[in-house]
């Protein structure tokens, strides 16, 4: 028979575990309900499989508001650009970041390194824009903001494109289908980032 003074304790450790077993159960049903958001939301984004997969892993807590979305999905397109972007200056030599040498100097490659690091800086901005406070939503303040936001993200997607239409010319074939593979991915990622940008502000 346990002692009168270890009774305080039994009871609250077992009110410490009933806590974590709730706590517990209420995570599971949360991450469903979280996971079935996004995939809504995914569904009406151009690459949906790509949206799923790019942000049903991405932190915790995961993204419960469009705007959390949102905000969730320019992060990963801003890594996927500066990602990509490292790799153009990998594949194409160290010459073409300097700017040395002749070739380097007009080349498609360097056109689209440059391309790539505007891309990061626009999607850099519009995380940054949307991290911030909004305003009331439908308000002055916050129809400005969001537009900022679509802006940058609109800006980063030409400079993908553009990256992507200069490499038909000047550039050979193995290097070629090496750096649209990866500008390709990143593209599909900030697409799906301005139509989930485009969420937050729908119906205002």
């Not at 380097?104 to 949307?130: I, T, W, Y």
């Not at 200069?166 to 074939?173: E, F, I, M, N, Y």
Request: net charge positive; aromatic share 4%.
């Amino acid at each position: 028979m346990p002692r009168s003074g270890a009774l305080p304790l039994l009871a609250a450790l077992v009110l410490a575990l009933a806590a974590a077993a709730a706590a517990s159960a209420s995570n599971a049903k949360a991450a469903p309900a979280a996971t079935d958001f996004i995939r809504k939301s995914c569904r009406e984004t151009q690459y949906p499989s790509v949206c799923m997969q790019s942000l049903s892993s991405y932190g915790k807590p995961p993204p419960r508001s469009p705007q959390e979305l949102a905000r969730a999905a320019l992060s990963v397109s801003a890594d996927r650009a500066r990602s990509a972007s490292a790799y153009v200056g990998r594949i194409c030599g160290p010459g073409l970041r300097s700017g040395s040498g002749a070739k380097a100097k007009s080349s498609p490659a360097r056109d689209c390194l440059e391309n790539m690091a505007d891309s990061v800086g626009h999607l850099r901005d519009a995380a940054k824009e949307l991290d911030g406070s909004l305003g009331r939503a439908g308000s002055p303040a916050f129809r400005w903001h969001l537009s900022n936001v679509q802006t940058w993200c609109s800006a980063a997607l030409t400079d993908e494109n553009t990256c992507l239409d200069g490499l038909s010319r000047g550039v050979d074939a193995g290097t070629r289908a090496a750096i649209r593979s990866k500008v390709v991915e990143v593209a599909q990622v900030t697409s799906n980032a301005l139509a989930l940008v485009n969420k937050v502000g729908s119906g205002h």
